[in-house]
């Protein structure tokens, strides 16, 4: 599902990752994530939440045995033509859902410095048509806690709509809400 180049928005370019990048992030190697982002990473800042050692090794587990065909991992770089040096704020990407086979799970984080500027909603509104490439795929699904009001923003700004409270299962926290894309029928 990864595509082979960058996604370019407006202020972004949301750089597809690769085995390297995830074991750079892995490892705290900002110097060599800098690299091969070519882009500044925030002193101190990086990673985002919900972006900890645990998730990202278990993304570097995906990647390198390749166990989820629906797993793919962008970092999300400010690019726009007034933004100088190019900075790494964010990543999000998808996963298998426990909806079923023709579904996949989107998360995303952004670091704090960069919240409430619109940088999420941009994102998973250039990721949706990329996900829904994918002929299998027929619905988009987001798990995230009823308090996180602008994650819920982004979601529902991309046409997300209420799916009701989340069992806690496979890849959802308990005490989250689910929300859900259904792909447009043309």
Not at 104 to 129: C, D, K
Request: charged share 20%; aromatic share 8%.
């Amino acid at each position: 599902m990864i595509p082979p180049h960058p996604i370019r928005t407006p202020r972004l370019e949301l750089v597809p990752a690769n085995s390297e990048i995830l074991v750079s992030d892995y490892h705290r190697e900002h110097d060599v994530l800098g690299r091969l982002l070519d882009a500044a990473i925030p002193a101190g800042a990086w990673p985002p939440p919900l972006l900890d050692s645990a998730t990202l090794a278990e993304f570097v587990r995906m990647q390198a045995i390749g166990s989820d065909p629906h797993f793919c991992s962008w970092y999300w770089i400010v690019a726009g033509p007034e933004e100088q040096p190019r900075t790494l704020i964010g990543s999000g990407g998808t996963g298998s859902s426990s909806a079923g086979p023709d579904a996949v799970m989107i998360g995303y984080s952004v670091l704090e410095a960069f919240q409430n500027r619109g940088y999420a909603t941009e994102a998973v509104r250039h990721l949706i048509p990329v996900i829904f490439q994918d002929p299998m795929i027929q619905r988009i699904v987001a798990a995230t806690f009823p308090e996180l009001k602008a994650s819920i923003r982004v979601l529902e700004k991309n046409g997300f709509v209420p799916a009701g409270a989340t069992d806690g299962g496979e890849g959802m926290e308990e005490g989250t809400v689910l929300y859900v894309l259904e792909k447009a029928t043309a």
